[in-house]
T-cell receptor
């Protein structure tokens, strides 16, 4: 399974754009890049998933360069409620025995 | 469409006891996975069930076992509880073939004293 590396923590002010970069040098051809958000004492929540180039939804954007060895989660104009831990995962979810491999994530703290 | 629900939300057990945690999958999801999350760590995969059979297991001892029922709900059983079993236990449901898009419950906080 491809290992991911992301910053342990980040700080931001409310209203700013936050970019969290994840490295995954050993990503396999069939792997997708998936980001989850987790608030304290809650289960992780799926945010966005992509394979290459750019994906955007109502919550975030995901930028993936051509070599796919890294990815960047972009949160536009964060608010206090975006304070959470963000996990970057890579893997092929198409197998019936696939699992999610979480690292320690990036702890984002948003302040006024 | 209902989400993933887990019960109970909190539980205190004594070392050596047994515990059963329950999970109801998101409507239409046929795969359920269980994770253990210690304080300050990311969730760690325990095992996955598909079509009522264990379909993948993480690095957890046999005293961690589970069941999946025909309605896709699931149980996690832990025997001979140890202090280190204190953690947040998360259930996640997904569709086979789309397991990277999992829906998690809010978890059960287990404290072993």
């Amino acid at each position: 399974l491809a290992k991911t590396t992301q910053p342990i923590s980040m700080d931001s002010y409310e209203g700013q754009e936050v970019n969290i970069t994840c490295s995954h040098n050993n990503i396999a051809t069939n792997d997708y890049i998936t980001w989850y958000q987790q608030f304290p004492s809650q289960g992780p929540r799926f945010i966005i998933q992509g394979y290459k180039t750019k994906v955007t939804n109502e919550v975030a954007s995901l930028f993936i360069p051509a070599d796919r060895k890294s990815s960047t989660l972009s949160l536009p104009r964060v608010s206090l409620s975006d304070t959470a831990v963000y996990y970057c995962l890579v893997g092929d979810g198409t197998g019936t025995a696939s699992k999610l491999t979480f690292g320690t994530g990036t702890r984002l703290q948003v302040t006024l | 469409e209902t989400g993933v629900t887990q019960s109970p939300t909190h539980l205190i057990k004594t070392r050596g006891q047994q515990v059963t945690l329950r999970c109801s999958s998101q409507s239409g999801h046929n795969t359920v996975s269980w994770y253990q999350q210690a304080l300050g760590q990311g969730p760690q995969f325990i095992f996955q069930y598909y079509r009522e059979e264990e379909n993948g297991r993480g690095n957890f001892p046999p005293r961690f076992s589970g069941l999946q029922f025909p309605n896709y709900s699931s149980e996690l059983n832990v025997n001979a509880l140890e202090l280190d079993d204190s953690a947040l236990y998360l259930c996640a449901s997904s569709l086979a073939g789309k397991n990277t898009e999992a829906f998690f419950g809010q978890g059960t906080r287990l404290t072993v004293v």
